[in-house]
């Protein structure tokens, strides 16, 4: 069974950064494309990055581009998102998802809980 | 950028059939992928490219997909169907994926 395990959420000031984690069990993790995808409190998903099984392809919603950085440690089945310059929309909890298949197609089959993201100022 | 319409809601009796659209652009050109996520929970792959259903998700989900308009059909609607429901596609020109803005079926 595949585990996602997300880790670094917490409160943060407006402007500072926070670096996302999520480890990936029961799965051969270099397989398969992963991502983050957020939710702000009382809303729908939205897509924030995602980088295909060999790291040479990433993608970012316009939301966050230029601000965070995707990447991922096949070694230590590992995911991981840098969030710099954090602003008060960037509040939501944030998800792993592992996509179906190694490039951005299939859709995303297995999710974490989520780990919760605070900017105050 | 790519955009996916859903309306935000949708009522149905138990035992009838709910039907969820999900609108965009010759959206039969892409591949569509269905979530429902109940209160409280992570989201859970429903339907895949279009039509399949992953292991484990009953034979009364399934979806459509045609010109702008892709579809999400629950047969014999049960209480336990009650959630909120997200259509995704992959945007490949620049790596995007894109999320509906969600449904949220209300089993009356």
């Known amino acids: 069974e595949v585990q996602l395990v997300e880790f670094g959420g917490g409160l943060a000031q407006t402007g500072r950064s926070l670096r996302l984690s999520c480890a990936a069990s029961?799965?051969?993790?270099?397989?398969?494309?992963m991502h983050w995808v957020r939710q702000a409190p009382g809303k729908g998903l939205e897509w924030v990055s995602g980088?295909?099984?060999?790291?040479?392809?990433?993608g970012y919603a316009d939301s966050v581009k230029g601000r965070f950085t995707i990447s991922r440690d096949n070694r230590k089945q590992t995911l991981y998102l840098q969030m710099n310059s954090l602003r008060h929309e960037d509040t939501a909890l944030y998800y792993c998802?592992?996509?179906?298949?190694?490039?951005?197609?299939?859709?995303?089959?297995?999710w974490g809980q989520g780990t919760l993201v605070t900017v105050s100022s | 950028s790519y955009v996916l319409t859903q309306p935000p809601s949708v009522s149905v009796a138990p035992g009838e059939t709910a039907r969820m659209s999900c609108g965009g652009n010759n959206i039969a050109s892409k591949d569509v992928h269905w979530y429902q996520q109940r209160p409280g929970q992570a989201p859970v792959l429903v339907v895949f490219a279009d039509s399949d259903r992953p292991s484990g998700i009953p034979e009364r989900f399934s979806g459509s997909n045609s010109g702008n308009t892709a579809t999400l059909t629950i047969s014999r609607v049960e209480a336990g169907d009650e959630a909120d429901y997200y259509c995704?596609?992959?945007?490949?020109?620049?790596?995007?994926?894109?999320f509906g803005g969600g449904t949220k079926l209300t089993v009356l």
């Open positions: 029961g799965v051969i993790f270099d397989n398969y494309a």
């Open positions: 995704h596609v992959w945007d490949n020109s620049g790596a995007h994926q894109v």
């Open positions: 980088i295909y099984w060999d790291s040479r392809t990433m």
């Open positions: 998802a592992k996509g179906r298949r190694a490039d951005g197609a299939g859709g995303f089959d297995s």
